[in-house]
């Protein structure tokens, strides 16, 4: 049996507390408290309406006459939809991570931009007042007109514009500041609670729901794991603040693969998608140059030519100074100690710098002979070809083996006209 309780709500913000008073601590008015009385369920959600008694069972079999792109969203770009599977998934939970001014909301409005005219959105701003989003979406040039904005921090508010309302696509800004207006909840239980109660309430009805997350300094989204469980697809959208570019990664799609990655480029209009960035990291040389060389860096299942400069000076000091932009340094250190051993490179009176041209940051063992054809040019000061890409993962014993995927990384660049070796010479 149902619990009966008594609450009291403010009729000016809507604060909720468990006894009378005079005055409301979050408006500061007074007597505006009006009692009510809640029935609530042990196991219950914060979605109202008749209790279930039955659910009706169905097949598959009985989704095959439909098109598959019946429950799908497409994006303005193929860089989101290649990352989503396809677009969006209707009914479908996605949190949205990523670092504080890394582009989120700018992102989402980008996506609204695209959906204007064909669904009906829902815009929670937690964070944001209306006139600051206006702001930002006349700068990058948006037309929302069919988004409704909604300046609330309690999830009782979504479910009674749902409720009210046929939304399509729900976004969220942010999960960390979206609360109960039940006050006795913790923050933990507080979570759950929304996470459940928006599955419940969302799936049913297809609304695309996504909730933009904060991270934490380990680069985690904030709040307890529990919250990446629940929902369908977690993103996380990475990128050097000083460097243009963007990527967004998926870490968990029920809907489509994990290991594509979509390449964003920020300017004064906002996130423009880079659809062709094979060679959008590369800058203008002549057909060679002394101390670079390039390589092809295989972001998730996408191959992308990098180029990797190496300067190497001769030190004034006793022990000669290792520094890297966008490479490994402990690594660095292994492939100079390998030049030294078995190639007759030895770099152990020179100072060596590294850097990745385009902000990109290289985690790909692929990657380990440009760097050493980089190095061995600045050191002999013999230029490499820039119609030639190197790949092939350096070992301890001097040896070259092939990068991974090595025969689909050759297939594109040769395609695209590069010569490929993959051994050092």
Known sequence: MAKVKTQYVCTNCGKVEYSWM???LSCNEWNTFEEKIVSKSGAGSLVSGKSVLSKTVRKISELENQEKTNFRIKNFSYEIDRVLGGGFFKGGLYLFGGEPGIGKSTLCLEILKFLNNDYKSLYLAGEESVE???????RLGTNLDNVDFLESMYIEHILDQLD???YQVLIIDSIQVLKSLDPGMSKTSNYRLI??????KVKPLGVTCVLIGHVTKEGEIAGPKMLEHMVDVVLYLEGDRVSPYRFLKSVKNRFGPTNEVGIFKMDSSGLKPVEDATKEFL???ETSVIGAALGCMLSESRPIIVEIQALCVRSNFGYPKRSTVGFDLNRLNMLLAVLQKYHGVDLSEFDVYVNVTGGLKIKDTGCDLSLMMALKSSFSKQANKFDTIFMGECSLTGKIKPAFLFEDRSKEMKRLGYKVIS???
């Open 22 to 24: 005079g005055q409301c």
């Open 195 to 200: 996470c459940e109660t928006l599955i419940e």
């Open 423 to 425: 051994n050092f010479n």
């Open 164 to 166: 009210k309302n046929k």
């Open 283 to 285: 800058e203008d040389h």
């Open 132 to 138: 600051q989003i206006a702001s930002r979406s006349n």
